[in-house]
């Protein structure tokens, strides 16, 4: 969905590196989360933001940090990469006050590597 | 804990049958069931949600049923094409909280 963005689209890195994935979005939603999909185990929630003043951890946010810049913009940063954090990253956003508040948009995706 | 389980992994139907595939959530609260369809390099996309006080949907040649009452429901895709080839998603939602509980997919492969 071109109203979500992400960057990078594919990233490889190595052990103990930081590395920040972006999210961007023009949909005018109000709430932001971060998703991280394995093979065979859907997808898990890392953080949620209900506005940019409201960060909340979600399942496995061990490792993980986000920040909300703006109404539009939420990033995840991993402060020290490790292999088994190699995985796909999706970003989604909703809208709170819409009749369809529960729908969640996704952005396409960042393919992480960590070596 | 919440969960959901989906069933099948993976399955393959021939050009114009029918695939069905089964989700079921253990949280009675539970309120809304989207689905989202994942296609190759992409981010998933909704196709069809039920909300519990229906049971049963329809869109074109999906359908989505529900049975509040043994927790489970189901995406039905009739005379199947191979564009419909992807990984699908259920969840479950309880109205009033932001955590998606997703099941774990289901790759759906159409066979021309």
């Known amino acids: 969905d071109a109203d979500v963005t992400q960057t990078p689209r594919n990233r490889i890195t190595k052990t103990g590196k930081r590395i920040m994935l972006e999210c961007s979005q023009t949909k005018g939603h109000d709430r932001m989360y971060w998703y991280r999909q394995d093979p065979g185990l859907g997808l898990q929630l890392i953080y949620y933001s209900f506005d940019v003043k409201d960060i909340n951890k979600g399942e496995i946010s061990d490792g993980y940090s986000v920040s909300r810049q703006a109404q539009a913009k939420f990033s995840l940063s991993l402060e020290s990469a490790i292999p088994n954090q190699t995985a796909l990253y999706f970003c989604a956003t909703s809208d709170s006050s819409g009749a369809s508040y529960n729908e969640q948009f996704f952005g396409p995706g960042t393919r992480l590597t960590v070596l | 804990g919440e969960n959901v389980e989906q069933h099948p992994s993976t399955l393959s139907v021939q050009e114009g049958d029918s695939a069905v595939i089964k989700c079921t959530y253990s949280?009675?609260?539970?309120?809304?069931f989207p689905w989202y369809k994942q296609e190759l390099g992409k981010g998933p996309q909704l196709i069809i949600d039920?909300?519990?006080?229906?049971g049963e949907k329809k869109d074109q040649r999906i359908a989505v049923t529900l049975n509040k009452t043994a927790k489970h429901f189901s995406l039905h895709i009739t005379e199947t094409q191979p564009e419909d080839s992807a990984v699908y998603f259920c969840a479950a939602i309880t109205s009033g909280t932001y955590k998606y509980i997703f099941g774990t997919g289901t790759r759906l492969k159409v066979l021309a």
């Open positions: 949280d009675s609260a539970s309120n809304y």
């Open positions: 039920i909300r519990s006080n229906v």
